[in-house]
């Protein structure tokens, strides 16, 4: 019989019905229970910090099934004899949602009007909007794709960025060019040893004067320091749904910087992700039966 450990009550709940004569158990990383024998395939918690899992060391886990896209820090904390799966279809859509609603939060100046309600003030400025507009979205995977099909019907022009060009996608190489003539530039790239600090002192200086640039991959992509200069310069804007640090301390300069607009790492998580996690597992439940390799596979055992 297979042996499924899940993160919480509610998903056993949602899946047990689900998911035939699978044994289904209830256990997180931390639990005071012990760990329930052992697991073809134990899902993590939603937004488990990768340093948690080296706490799985010993543990007989055939295969862990992330609830998130990203996987950096996996091969640092993950124990070599366990597989991990990412969460591929679960979060590009709803991420991209929140990057054009970061985009036009900040082109419209919501956040300001917001706080001048607060306030009783009404405060009628002209605003850039996004239509007409060149827009550079930095990452041509899944959630680059959907945030290049939100914006197109804004009527603004995209300009998408891949670490390799090919047909309708710019080499990252390209970037010099491009920035210079963007309105708006998108981060949504996989955090690791090429793409860390991407956004350092030297791409803030390429931009445009007034240009916006959002970031929904990981906080580590840009170069904190170097943002908060730029923001106090007046130069650019930055609307961030990450932040290195993260959680961002309550004193961190970014919250009082001008031109920022920050939201607490809430991309991926709509009511639209229970549904897409449970066809997930169901379907790594029936390759586990049937033998076909997991979905997703980022890393495979590396068993001696």
């Known amino acids: 019989m297979i042996s499924i450990v899940l993160p919480t009550e509610d998903l056993r709940e949602r899946l047990e019905s689900r998911l035939g004569d699978a044994h289904l158990h209830v256990w997180a990383i931390g639990s005071r229970e012990d760990f329930p024998g052992r697991a073809d395939l134990f899902v993590l918690a939603y937004m488990t910090p990768p340093q ?13 099934q992330s609830q998130t896209l990203g996987y950096d820090g996996i091969d ?6 366990i597989a991990y799966s990412n969460a591929i279809d679960v979060h590009e859509g709803s991420t991209a949602e929140l990057a054009l609603a970061l985009i036009l939060a900040a082109q419209r100046g919501i956040d300001d009007a917001v706080r001048a309600a607060e306030r009783g003030n009404w405060d009628h400025r002209r605003r850039p909007g996004l239509a007409g507009k060149r827009v550079v979205v930095i990452g041509a995977g899944g959630v680059g794709s959907e945030i290049v099909r939100r914006i197109e019907p804004f009527g603004a022009e995209v300009d998408l960025v891949a670490r390799t060009a090919r047909e309708g996608i710019h080499a990252i190489e390209h970037l010099p060019l491009l920035l210079p003539h963007a309105d708006v530039v998108v981060i949504a ?7 860390r600090k991407l956004v350092d002192a030297g791409f803030l200086a390429a931009m445009r004067d007034g240009a916006l640039v959002v970031n929904v991959s990981r906080g580590e992509v840009v170069d904190t320091e170097a943002l908060v200069t730029a923001l106090a310069s007046g130069r650019v804007r930055a609307a961030l749904d990450v932040t290195d640090p993260e959680p961002l301390p309550e004193a961190h300069p970014l919250w ?18 229970d549904d897409r996690v449970d066809r997930l597992i169901i379907e790594q439940v029936r390759r586990i039966r049937t033998g076909e390799p997991p979905l997703n596979l980022v890393r495979g055992a590396d068993v001696g």
Do not use: F, Q, Y
């Not at 640092?76 to 004899?81: A, E, I, N, T, V």
């Not at 790239?189 to 090429?194: E, G, I, R, T």
């Open 52 to 64: 948690r899992l080296r706490e799985l060391a010993g543990l007989p886990i055939a295969l862990v």
């Open 189 to 195: 790239v996989p955090l690791s040893d090429a793409t």
């Open 76 to 81: 640092d904390h993950l124990p070599s004899d």
């Open 256 to 273: 009082t910087s001008p031109g920022v607009l920050v939201t607490p790492h809430v991309g991926g998580d709509t009511d639209a992700m």
